[in-house]
Every structure is written in C-alpha cells, then in structure tokens.
C-alpha cells in the first residue's frame, strides 16, 4: 500500500528554526509537494521536489532523498503567522497525488 | 480572477437526504478534483475529470457522483447521505494531469455534517 508519514504536531517558538519531516512509500514517484494549510482555509502550494537535494525559497527550504524515501521542510525566522498545518503529498506512478495526515506546526511567543 | 470557488461553504443534512456541491474555476484548467479531509487523514480523493465530459473514480468513490458538463464546473452529488460523509470537503483544479512542478489550486471547502 501507499503511505506517507509525518508527525501530526510540533511546537517551536517564534523566530527559531523547525524541521518538518515526511517518510514516504509510494507505487512511483513523480515528485513530491509541501502544502500549507491554515485552520479553515485551503491548501496553498509551498514548494515541490523531483531531484535529491534542497530547494530554498524565501524562508522556506524543502529537501528530499529518493533512495531514503525522505523529505523535509524547513521553516526559518519563525512568525506567529507560521502556526498552521503543513502537507506532503507525493505524486504517484498514476500522477495522482497521495497526501499525508499533515503536521500542526504551533508557534509561541 | 475569483480561482476555485465553492458553494455551499456550509450544510447539514439529515441521514438519507442528497445534495450536490458545486465547484467552479476561472482558471481555464482541464483537470478538477474532489477531495474529502478528515481529522487525522489525509485528503483522499474522491472522483476527478481530465476535461469537460469526463470523470473518473478516485480512492474513495462510493456513495458519490460527480459530473462535468462544463469545463469550468465540477459537481459533487451525494444521493443519500451517511454520517460517514460527514467531512470537509475540497476541490481543486489544475492545468494539466501533473506536469513537473505543476500544482493543484483548492476551493475553500465545503463543511458537511450528516446527522
């Protein structure tokens, strides 16, 4: 079967750094998404790994490992306006997306 | 340029009772998707259409409908609900099937309670 794993809630404090994990096994792979969701509202595209490696934007980082079916989100200078959950979801050998339980990212002051 | 929209955003139906949720997109995309999130799952797709006339099942298709007689709606019917449909429900869009880093758009969601 199709699995994605990532823990369902952390805690950081505002202006730290949080490391956001995702393991997945999935029949193929054509890429893998991190996804921000905030309580109520739609999911919004953050960032989008194919090859090994780290894709910076802004604040934001995504890694990803095909061989260790592994990927992580990296979030920097933390703000309050961060506190949300956070979905992986890889593309499959079908291009349909399989999606993870998502992580609730909690920010304090 | 108002992206995916929803209607209703919000609704309660009693055990038996059908409804059919819209979904529309200004985006010009081929492809749309129905979703439902639940607490601690992820979202699972439901049924999707890769153009105007054309639907497909997805993971999770039983006791659902759709139809796609436009391109720029999608219709998700229920025809006699369950309070195992009770759920948030998502559509997304996009402009193709997946290419490279193409991503979906999502609608607001759609609360549904079945009682």
């Known amino acids: 079967g199709q699995n994605i794993d990532q823990p369902t809630e952390m805690t950081a404090t505002e202006g730290a750094i949080v490391q956001i994990n995702c393991t997945y096994q999935t029949s193929g792979f054509n890429g893998l998404f991190w996804y921000q969701q905030h309580a109520g509202e739609a999911p919004t595209f953050l960032s989008y790994n194919v090859l090994d490696g780290l894709e910076e934007k802004g604040r934001f980082s995504s890694f990803l490992s095909r061989s260790k079916g592994y990927s992580y989100l990296l979030l920097k200078e933390l703000q309050m306006k961060d506190s949300a959950s956070y979905l992986c979801a890889v593309r499959d050998s079908n291009y349909q997306l399989i999606w993870g339980a998502g992580t609730k990212l909690i920010i304090k002051p | 340029n108002a992206g995916v929209t929803q209607t209703p955003k919000f609704r309660v139906l009693k055990t038996g009772q059908s409804m059919t949720l819209l979904c529309a997109q200004d985006?010009?995309?081929?492809?749309m998707y129905w979703y439902r999130q639940d607490p601690g799952m992820g979202l699972r797709l439901i049924h999707y259409?890769?153009?105007?006339?054309?639907?497909a099942k997805g993971e999770v298709p039983d006791g659902y409908n759709v139809s796609r007689l436009k391109k720029q709606n999608f219709l998700l019917g229920l025809e006699s609900a369950a309070p195992s449909q009770t759920s948030v429900y998502f559509c997304a869009s996009s402009f193709s099937g997946g290419a490279g880093s193409e991503t979906q758009y999502f609608g607001p969601g759609t609360r549904l309670l079945v009682l």
């Open positions: 259409s890769v153009g105007e006339g054309t639907t």
């Open positions: 985006m010009n995309h081929e492809y």
